[in-house]
């Protein structure tokens, strides 16, 4: 049967993961209140998942993507930051993410921060670039994204 508990889980092991590898640079994950008009370059992180399928009577298979977007101000060396940024984002995508039963104390029986399982990156990683979106802000825009697959046996 689903776990209702596996999006919460999925996602905060993922928030933590991604946090903790890119704690040196500015690292918003989506949805967060935060002021990036005094920044010049920074990354937000966002997931989509997990998309669930029963291979067989319980055992499942959950696959999320995970997109790192990247802001970066326009200076006279943007090139060269926006490769580096995209380099940075890659490489903190190649590594599998530990999922563990991180929630609220609300059900805190259920989170008790033991491994549940791990998401294993799939064979790509994806970087876009966008440029200027919008010209008028001097703003480049690009993202790197990967997805990963984590199998489990309930």
């Known amino acids: 049967m689903y776990?209702?508990?596996?999006?919460?889980w999925i996602m905060r092991s993922i928030n933590k993961a991604f946090y903790d590898s890119l704690a040196v640079h500015d690292l918003y994950i989506e949805g967060m209140t935060r002021e990036t008009r005094e920044l010049e370059k920074f990354f937000e992180l966002r997931a989509d998942g997990p998309k669930a399928t029963e291979e067989s009577k319980n055992y499942w298979k959950l696959e999320v993507i995970v997109n790192i977007l990247i802001q970066i101000a326009k200076v006279d060396?943007?090139?060269?930051?926006?490769?580096?940024?995209?380099?940075?984002?890659?490489?903190?995508l190649s590594k599998a993410i530990n999922v563990y039963r991180y929630g609220t104390t609300a059900e805190s029986i259920l989170n008790d921060e033991t491994l549940l399982g791990c998401l294993s990156r799939?064979?790509?990683i994806e970087p876009h670039r966008f440029g200027?979106?919008?010209?008028?802000?001097?703003?480049?825009?690009?993202?790197?994204?990967?997805?990963?697959?984590m199998f489990i046996s309930v």
């Open 132 to 149: 200027l979106i919008e010209p008028s802000t001097d703003i480049i825009h690009a993202t790197v994204e990967a997805r990963y697959e």
């Open 122 to 124: 799939m064979p790509i």
């Open 77 to 92: 060396d943007t090139n060269n930051i926006e490769d580096q940024y995209i380099g940075i984002a890659s490489a903190a």
């Open 3 to 8: 776990n209702k508990q596996w999006p919460l």
